[in-house]
């Protein structure tokens, strides 16, 4: 009885399961399927090829370099980095002098404590700070931003989907909206088109605005687009700061698998080089071995079974 039970609500299971699957496709295939105007207008990132790809990639230190140097110059006045070391930079090229440079003369400073009076203050950053947010508060970021809240970028290129092809899109996407796009959908006040923005429209205006915006200490021509490649490398670098360790890592686990695998099949030929052994498939209480048994029994004088 009680198996019959357990096949009757096994059955019950499977034919509620069944009638719900029949019953979502039915639904689905009648469905009316709109298609929205985010579907119709929105683009895919454009690809971007950044020395760091791949699981062999690297950095470019002096690419990095200029993307840091727009991210300080351009991006950072909305823009923090609050998962990021000044020191951090030493690993992008920068000696420890041009570091303490760099952080002493950021152009925000560090919330403090007054240590006299023990009332909030500011200080100058040093190395060992985080970037600082250019705003004391949310309710401040907003209020300077349209009520828009300008993400932090440190992790800016794993949050979003594309990554650095991303942000390189989206720097470099702002245009005029399409004469087909509906009324409704078009940017209202304080908001600009871009069709790689999720709902095409974005409260960050163009930060990137015209070629020559940043002047590069390595003479390489600053136009739109290659300060777009430059800082989402530079925000890539933010996200995955041991990507080198990473793929190195790797590597060697990879070779080390490799000449293992090597040994084992070695080993594997030297130990069964011969043909394989036979397993006999009679077991201690066949009849022959049996009769064996009691006959060395009886030859060594060994009585009972």
Not at 26 to 55: Q, W, Y
Request: aromatic share 10%; charged share 20%.
């Amino acid at each position: 009885m009680v198996r019959i039970f357990g096949f009757l609500v096994g059955v019950g299971f499977v034919a509620v399961a069944a009638w719900s699957l029949l019953w979502g496709a039915i639904a689905f295939l009648g469905e009316e399927h709109v298609t929205t105007v985010e579907h119709r207008f929105h683009k895919e990132p454009r690809s971007l090829a950044l020395a760091s790809d791949g699981p062999f990639g690297k950095y470019d230190d002096r690419q990095l370099q200029r993307g840091f140097q727009v991210y300080k110059e351009v991006c950072s006045s909305c823009h923090s980095l609050g998962y990021v070391a000044f020191r951090n930079l030493e690993d992008l090229g920068y000696e420890e002098a041009e570091v303490k440079a760099i952080a002493d003369q950021w152009t925000t400073q560090v919330p403090s404590v007054d240590p006299k009076t023990g009332e909030a203050a500011t200080r100058k950053a040093i190395p060992a700070d985080k970037f600082p947010s250019p705003y004391p508060n949310e309710v401040a970021a907003r209020a300077g931003n349209n009520n828009a809240l300008p993400p932090d970028l440190s992790l800016i290129t794993k949050a979003r989907e594309g990554g650095a092809a991303y942000v390189y899109s989206l720097l470099t996407g702002y245009q005029n909206p399409p004469a087909s796009l509906p009324a409704e959908s078009r940017p209202g006040k304080g908001l600009h088109f871009n069709p790689y923005f999720a709902n095409l429209n974005i409260a960050m205006p163009p930060p990137l605005t015209a070629d020559g915006q940043v002047s590069y200490a390595d003479g390489t021509a600053a136009t739109r687009d290659q300060m777009a490649k430059d800082v989402a490398a530079f925000l890539t670098w933010t996200a995955e700061p041991r990507l080198e360790n990473r793929h190195g890592a790797g590597l060697a686990v990879l070779v080390f698998l490799i000449i293992a695998t090597v040994l084992a099949y070695m080993a594997y030929q030297n130990i069964w080089h011969g043909s394989p052994r036979r397993v006999r498939e009679t077991g201690p209480l066949d009849p022959g071995n049996m009769a064996k048994r009691d006959a060395a029994s009886r030859e060594a004088g060994i009585e009972g079974n």
